[in-house]
């Protein structure tokens, strides 16, 4: 039995964003936007011929045949928490979208877009029953939404203020600002003991590496109370990093680590970062389509003994739609190495960011700068050259070398201090921390009446 169903990933969402703030700063006009909501959606699925539903009936109701063999209920739709019913719905919902000539990115199976002769068209981000458009169709889109009411029984809310777990702020024409202050603030109240105390002004700081290492140890073995509540609270933290807090990726990239080992220590940081995030909840990434709007990206890493951790920050319209911490595969015996590992990783989601951007309306044209703050690294990835020390890297971690050379992009030196992708690899100093935030989530305005 099938059961994969396909969502939309925070990405493509980010992504749609930033098009839109674009769009409305080059042409002046104000986009609309709707979030839809299909109720009942699994029950909607419909199943082929092939994909029989069978259902114990509950106990109060089975009936046995002449036999006395006990009698199961045949379905005519699928069920919700049924294995393959979000797989249903999701062909299902696929379908009508296609009948109504919207087409599906071949990058994300859950981005739809409809182009209509005048120039305008409409963008749909799928998430199972959840929909999130960005239109300057107008009426066209709401003819295309009575369409999907009759056949669904939709519900429908122009400019909403809540997707995906994240808020949305429409801060004035071509500014949008994403935050997880709901989020947070719900996760203070079901610990009000971690956030009680003074809120540290970074989420980590060199510490969380030490004491990271000293649970490495495992001088003592966890309480099994202790990993629960661990693991509750990392839990917890790790949502909102990929929805709009890239300031604290590095912080839960390192307390995830220790899922299976935590200590007291371990836990000390994690009510660090709680604190942290109950008192910046209403921080967040801020679309501008007056600034960037050709995307720039960024990578970095720290070598470490063991897996160093790949960073990177893919930039547009003043915002990260992009970003990442992720410890590497394999051990890097040189630095050089892990910072080519971590900007292959980056050129890969540059390659995937510009084929939703041409889906999108948004094709970059020029190749996008990818900024590293390794000589030796940015060598490897403009020509081929064999030293000493590089001679023994793979080939797949030379990957930004072939996008380099197809012109996708243009690999660029910048200096540590001013790389916003070191806070995505390790604690930073609170200066540079600021430093970079201040790059990734300036501060928004007042929100303006829509």
Same mark, same amino acid.
């Given at each position: ?61 089975? *009936?046995?045949? =002449?036999?006395?063999? $006990?009698? #199961?209920?045949?379905?005519?739709? !699928?069920?919700?928490?049924? +294995? &393959? ?100 603030? *719900?996760?203070? =109240?079901?610990?009000? $003991?971690? #956030?009680?105390?003074?809120?540290? !002004?970074?989420?980590?700081? +060199? &510490? ?100 160093? *951790? ?141």
């Amino acid at each position: 039995m099938e059961t994969f169903c396909p969502s939309v990933r925070h990405g493509t969402y980010k992504c749609q964003l930033a098009a839109a703030c674009i769009k409305e700063a080059r042409s002046g006009v104000r986009l609309r936007y709707f979030a839809i909501d299909v109720k009942q959606a699994y029950v909607k699925g419909e199943a082929t011929e092939q994909e029989k539903m069978f259902l114990r009936p509950p106990p109060h109701f089975q *009936t046995r045949d =002449d036999r006395g063999v $006990a009698l #199961v209920w045949r379905l005519q739709t !699928p069920l919700c928490g049924q +294995g &393959d019913a979000g797989r249903i719905w999701y062909r299902t919902i696929h379908s009508q979208l296609i009948h109504q000539d919207f087409e599906r990115s071949n990058t994300d199976p859950c981005l739809y877009v409809k182009h209509y002769a005048d120039g305008t068209s409409i963008n749909l981000c799928l998430y199972v029953d959840h929909m999130f458009i960005t239109t300057d169709a107008r009426d066209k889109a709401i003819r295309e939404f009575d369409i999907m009411h009759s056949k669904f029984g939709i519900t429908i809310k122009e400019n909403p203020v809540f997707f995906l777990g994240m808020n949305i702020k429409y801060i004035a024409l071509g500014r949008i600002k994403l935050s997880c202050k709901t989020y947070i603030k *719900t996760l203070a =109240d079901n610990w009000p $003991a971690a #956030v009680s105390g003074c809120a540290p !002004p970074t989420p980590s700081d +060199g &510490d969380l590496v030490k004491s990271y290492e000293h649970a490495l140890d495992r001088e003592r073995p966890p309480t099994r109370e202790l990993i629960k509540r661990y693991g509750s609270k990392v839990g917890s933290l790790i949502y909102p990093v990929p929805c709009a807090r890239p300031d604290a990726a590095a912080t839960v990239g390192y307390l995830a680590r220790a899922l299976t080992f935590p200590t007291p220590e371990m836990e000390i940081e994690v009510d660090k970062c709680m604190r942290y995030f109950n008192s910046t909840a209403d921080d967040g990434i801020t679309f501008d389509g007056r600034l960037n709007q050709e995307l720039e990206a960024y990578s970095d890493s720290d070598c470490s003994v063991v897996q160093s *951790t790949s960073g990177y920050c893919i930039m547009l319209a003043g915002a990260p739609i992009a970003y990442a911490s992720k410890r590497q595969h394999c051990i890097a015996l040189f630095s050089t190495e892990a910072e080519i590992m971590a900007a292959s990783l980056a050129a890969t989601e540059i390659a995937y960011t510009h084929e939703i951007l041409r889906d999108l309306g948004l094709a970059q044209l020029n190749p996008t700068p990818h900024y590293v703050d390794n000589t030796g690294a940015g060598e490897l990835a403009k020509e081929r050259k064999v030293k000493q020390r590089s001679k023994h890297i793979t080939r797949r971690h030379l990957k930004v070398r072939e996008y380099q050379a197809e012109g996708l992009v243009v690999v660029r030196r910048v200096p540590t201090a001013d790389n916003p992708a070191d806070t995505f690899t390790k604690p930073v100093a609170r200066v540079a921390f600021i430093k970079h935030k201040e790059y990734l989530m300036p501060r928004a305005g007042d929100q303006f009446s829509v």
